[in-house]
């Protein structure tokens, strides 16, 4: 490179661009090229594929920091075979994440350990895969954070925060009881994202039970109408995983369930 300045104003050229994949490889690039006789076109068309797929993977990454999963689990580590109710159809349309173009919501309800949380984050993932936004909470977390907001008279500037996201998942309705003040902030929240962004929402509880989580059947049912309009809603009856690994484990018998 010393000897070629050509070389070298490429290289500079190649730092000030960022296309450090470029930088890094590109006279193995060069000699590459020169072996397969590659056009122009067909050369500069590899060198671009490989930085689009670079910068793509790092976008990947850092979006998927940024939505604040518990763990990254994907829809093809699902085992469905162990959740017959599911229907893996649906999920496999859902993956291709069109209920996130038209603002539709997803709702998983079903006993702990069913794998609720894993079908939520790996639909975020899919979204993620294909450019939305994703943040993921937990109900408790998001309750505490509105309730922080609302003492502080930041609340329109939390509710801002998080209508921004196309994909919001909210995690484990039901497993903390919602005070009535809230339920009010969470229904401002789901009236905001209401045909604007997509929620994926997991519970616990059934729909007739939502009126006990926050103890006013009138905004659960304002919830629900909200939440419901545009959905698809998946009742997982299955097992619970966790109590499967500790049945194959040997730390639990299927009598004890």
Not at 2 to 7: H, R
Not at 11 to 18: D, G, I, R, T, V
Not at 197 to 209: D, P
Not at 216 to 239: C, Q, W
């Amino acid at each position: 490179m010393d000897n070629n300045p050509q070389l070298a104003h490429i290289y500079e050229n190649l730092q000030k661009l960022k296309l450090n994949k470029t930088f890094q490889h590109l006279e193995i690039l060069l000699q590459d090229a020169s072996k397969s006789e590659l056009s122009y076109t067909d050369f500069l068309e590899k060198l671009l594929n490989e930085e689009v797929s670079v910068k793509y993977e790092k976008q990947i990454l850092m979006n998927t920091s940024i939505a604040k999963f518990p763990y990254v689990k994907t829809l093809e580590a699902f085992d469905f075979s162990f959740q017959p109710s599911l229907e893996v159809k649906k999920l496999r349309e859902l993956a291709t994440c069109t209920f996130v173009e038209r603002a539709e919501n997803v709702v998983f309800l079903g006993p702990p350990g069913t794998g609720k949380t894993h079908l939520s984050v790996a639909l975020g993932l899919k979204a993620i895969q294909r450019g939305y936004r994703t943040l993921f909470t937990s109900a408790a977390a998001l309750i505490v954070a509105l309730n922080k907001a609302y003492a502080e008279n930041r609340l329109e500037e939390k509710l801002k925060t998080y209508c921004v996201p196309k994909v919001l998942i909210i995690d484990e309705i039901g497993y903390v009881p919602v005070d009535p003040h809230g339920a009010h902030l969470l229904f401002q929240l789901i009236s905001r994202r209401y045909e604007r962004g997509s929620i994926i929402l997991t519970s616990n509880r059934g729909f007739g039970q939502w009126g006990d989580i926050f103890g006013d059947p009138i905004i659960a049912t304002a919830i629900l109408d909200r939440l419901l309009h545009h959905s698809i809603v998946f009742n997982i009856k299955g097992e619970s995983y966790r109590l499967k690994e500790k049945q194959r484990a040997g730390l639990l018998k299927k009598s004890d369930d």
